[in-house]
């Protein structure tokens, strides 16, 4: 069997290495939906042509 090869060193992992010893892991983040959800339900569902009649009768 042969030796396993040393792999190359990496500034940036040994920086961030030591990063994490002296100030600790970060937290998870969490990504966040760009849209803005909808206002309750008739917000999701058209409005009928029946009631799209009944308001230009109110108004």
């Given at each position: 069997m042969t030796k396993r090869k040393p792999g190359t060193f990496s500034v940036t992992k040994a920086v961030?290495?030591?990063?994490?010893?002296q100030v600790g892991q970060p937290k998870?983040?969490?990504v966040l939906d760009d849209k803005p959800k909808p206002d309750g339900r008739e917000s999701k569902h058209k409005p009928?042509?029946?009631q799209l009649?009944?308001?230009e009768k109110e108004d």
């Open positions: 961030k290495s030591n990063a994490r010893d998870p983040s969490r009928s042509l029946e009649i009944e308001k």
